[in-house]
T-cell receptor, first 113, second 117 residues
Framework: GDSVTQMEGPVTLSEEAFLTINCTYT??????LFWYVQYPGEGLQLLLK?????DKGSNKGFEATYRKETTSFHLEKGSVQVSDSAVYFC????????????FGDGTTLTVKP | NAGVTQTPKFRVLKTGQSMTLLCAQD?????MYWYRQDPGMGLRLIHY???????AKGEVPDGYNVSRLKKQNFLLGLESAAPSQTSVYFC????????????????FGPGTRLTVT
């Protein structure tokens, strides 16, 4: 079945540091890939997405590229801010999966001033 | 648009009591989901629905029932609450998309924090 493996956390960075959160996946077909973010006390919200190989999703300074050859979708940001402190979830969805998405376990990011 | 709303936001139950969590979405989405989120365990799918009048079991369905009588609403019921059901519950909705489009981008509600004593 499908699976998503995320870099284990928690991750602590200083403001303006470079961020990478690794995500690799296993899927039977050609999934859509997502990064969701969850701020404290809130629900998840979509951060960025990609539908096919070599697509780059981007939003709020975050980027991730759909790499089919390495089955990866790593999240990056060049300069993090304190306001980026949150939990980040990698996820995939396939048309063969009856409407369900597969989520990673989440990575907690704390950015210190 | 309100998006996905959940009622109530907080609730405390005694063991054995019952309750219903309500999820509503105003985006005309076909698919709806109930998840629970516990520390260190990520999101776990309880039940989901791919259309009005249909429901299916997810990863952790025991102790819960659901109904989708109207397309915009998805109800989660606990018939006899147990302390193990203390959790944060999230509802989400999505649309299936077409081949070549983004599939199942999910829209989440703000969550319901349930404590069972």
């Amino acid at each position: 079945g499908d699976s998503v493996t995320q870099m284990e956390g928690p991750v602590t960075l200083s403001e303006e540091a470079f961020l990478t959160i690794n995500c690799t996946y296993t899927a039977t077909g050609y999934p859509s890939l997502f990064w969701y973010v969850q701020y404290p006390g809130e629900g998840l919200q979509l951060l960025l997405k990609a539908t096919k190989a070599d697509d780059k999703g981007s939003n709020k300074g975050f980027e991730a590229t759909y790499r089919k050859e390495t089955t990866s979708f790593h999240l990056e940001k060049g300069s993090v801010q304190v306001s980026d402190s949150a939990v980040y979830f990698c996820a995939l969805s396939e048309s063969t999966n009856a409407g369900k998405s597969t989520f990673g376990d989440g990575t907690t990011l704390t950015v210190k001033p | 648009n309100a998006g996905v709303t959940q009622t109530p936001k907080f609730r405390v139950l005694k063991t054995g009591q019952s309750m219903t969590l309500l999820c509503a979405q105003d985006m005309n989405h076909e698919y709806m989901y109930w998840y629970r989120q516990d520390p260190g365990m990520g999101l776990r799918l309880i039940h989901y629905s791919v259309g009005e009048g249909t429901t299916a079991k997810g990863e952790v369905p025991d102790g819960y029932n659901v109904s989708r009588l109207k397309k915009q609403n998805f109800l989660l019921g606990l018939e006899s609450a147990a302390p193990s059901q203390t959790s944060v519950y999230f509802c989400a909705s999505s649309y299936p998309g077409l081949a070549g489009e983004v599939l199942n981008e999910q829209y989440f509600g703000p969550g319901t924090r349930l404590t069972v004593t």
